[in-house]
């Protein structure tokens, strides 16, 4: 290898004359020097932003299009450029994005962390469509490490192994279920509800008929009486949780199905609202209520997520959202049934999930699934209704209280309690369960599951109220 020296002070005449690179050539060397930089670091670090490419920061995103602002300055263009390359929504690659809607009582609430709301919500990204799927909190499922329980139980058991994994419980139970991928999970409590729809200034719904609920809870465990009347109404976050929860109303009303398909429209005129209002749609103010809110939304979405999903909500077609609610309405695709235990539940009337999993993978394909998706839809028959089981409870044990805790207890379970009160001699020894009228059995069975107390023979020295059918006794054998 041949060797030269250079003189850099060039102050001897015997040494070679360098010739200066032109300004043309440093501006090549500088470019190649930048580029090669740029490609080293996008080596090095690029894997710690491949996870989240998109900003969190609610500033960084323009409140009119929704798009992450452009930095100025060269160097930040182009770091804004490599490091910040919008990555599609989990989903969007495959055409399907689907997100778990899951609705809960919260602290404060009897059943706290039982799931009232189970909704599929789907897009279509290549053709702008929308599905809504409900599914009634009374499926039995297979819970993971707990059996065969009713759906709405999943994110309870969830928060009882480890708070706040509730949602993440619920989204891989119907994934199993359903065979269905479940990119992104919302779960938010009633609070939170009321305070959407008050943010947005109210929503407009179309009531479908009118009813009234003489049995809407109230404070301190009381009823009250609520109602609605068929047409178009405005509701503020107080009339529309309301109308989204009843579930004992008349004229049809009084059933899940009903409710599900009540908590559709409002999921619907809710989103009227948020694409409208222009506030709401600022990402600071999507920001601002997200952190109110904070302890009463769970979510896996990220900040970004939102904002890709706002921006693709704009490019939805909402004008023909197809809507399915699980029934076990004549050709629907449920039936009532028993779990194990003897609680009521319902299940499919295959006696497996495959036609809702070929519903649930093939709802955007007209061809296949329109027919089906209409005969769900069609309004179900008025149904003659009948009259509620009577079930009373009565303590015979000295501890306070215990009778008006197993109430509640039942009551979680969908097994209304008419009348609490003691037995006439205590202590009795033996819990047990009476049936005192034929339109009983079923309550008495799911009464059996819940608290794992026998079913008797009635005595003839038995003390009731008047039109008691389920009589329950809890005495000293009784394990809360």
């Known amino acids: 290898m041949e060797t030269r020296q250079t003189n850099f002070l060039n102050n001897s005449p015997q040494e070679p004359h360098i010739i200066e690179p032109s300004k043309k050539k440093r501006k090549r060397l500088f470019l190649f020097i930048v580029v090669g930089a740029i490609l080293f670091l996008s080596g090095c670090v690029g894997r710690v932003f491949i996870e989240n490419t998109l900003s969190n920061n609610p500033l960084a995103y323009d409140p009119v299009t929704l798009?992450?602002?452009?930095?100025?300055?060269?160097?930040?263009?182009i770091k804004h450029f490599v490091f910040n390359k919008e990555e599609p929504l989990a989903g969007e690659k495959q055409d399907r994005i689907n997100i778990l809607l899951l609705g809960i009582g919260g602290p404060g609430h009897d059943g706290p962390y039982l799931t009232d709301t189970i909704i599929i919500a789907s897009i279509q990204p290549s053709t702008g469509e929308v599905a809504l799927m409900s599914i009634p909190r009374d499926l039995g499922v297979d819970i993971p490490g707990q059996g065969w329980y009713k759906i709405n139980h999943a994110n309870a058991f969830g928060e009882a192994s480890q708070s706040g994994s509730g949602s993440a419980l619920a989204a891989k139970v119907i994934s199993d279920t359903f065979?269905?991928?479940?990119?992104?999970y919302i779960r938010v409590d009633f609070q939170a509800i009321q305070k959407i729809v008050d943010d947005v200034g109210g929503i407009t719904v179309d009531v479908e008929r009118s009813f009234t609920d003489t049995e809407f809870p109230a404070d301190n465990r009381e009823y009250q009486t609520i109602s609605f009347q068929k047409g178009i109404q405005t509701m503020d976050g107080t009339i529309a949780l309301e109308y989204a929860r009843s579930r004992h109303g008349n004229n049809g009303e009084g059933s899940d199905f009903a409710r599900a398909r009540r908590q559709q429209r409002m999921i619907l005129a809710l989103k009227e609202k948020v694409l409208s209002f222009e506030t709401l749609s600022n990402p600071i103010r999507i920001h601002s209520i997200l952190s109110t809110l904070d302890k009463h939304i769970s979510t896996n979405m990220l900040f970004s997520d939102i904002m890709s999903m706002m921006k693709l909500a704009k490019e939805v077609n909402f004008s023909n959202i197809k809507t399915v609610v699980l029934d076990s309405s004549v050709g629907g695709y449920l039936k009532n049934g028993y779990n194990p235990g003897g609680a009521f539940i319902l299940e499919p009337v295959t006696e497996n999930f495959d036609d809702i999993s070929y519903l649930f993978e093939h709802i955007?394909?007209?061809?296949?699934?329109?027919?089906?998706?209409?005969?769900?839809?069609?309004?179900?028959?008025?149904?003659?209704?009948?009259?509620?089981?009577?079930?009373?409870v009565q303590n015979g044990t000295w501890r306070a209280g215990l009778a008006a805790r197993i109430e509640k207890t039942l009551e979680d379970q969908d097994i209304s309690v008419s009348a609490v009160g003691n037995t006439d001699?205590?202590?009795?020894?033996?819990?047990a369960i009476y049936v005192l009228e034929p339109l009983g059995q079923d309550a008495a069975q799911a009464i059996k599951g819940a608290l794992d107390i026998p079913?008797?023979?009635?005595?003839?020295?038995?003390?009731?109220?008047?039109?008691?059918?389920?009589?329950?006794?809890?005495?000293?054998?009784?394990?809360?």
């Open 425 to 431: 001699e205590r202590p009795s020894m033996e819990s």
């Open 179 to 184: 065979h269905i991928d479940i990119h992104y």
């Open 455 to 480: 079913i008797k023979e009635p005595q003839e020295n038995l003390r009731h109220a008047v039109g008691t059918q389920v009589l329950v006794i809890l005495g000293e054998d009784f394990e809360e």
């Open 67 to 77: 798009e992450p602002i452009e930095p100025e300055g060269l160097l930040s263009k």
């Open 364 to 392: 955007f394909d007209p061809d296949v699934i329109l027919q089906k998706v209409e005969k769900i839809d069609t309004p179900e028959q008025e149904q003659p209704q009948l009259p509620p089981t009577i079930v009373e």
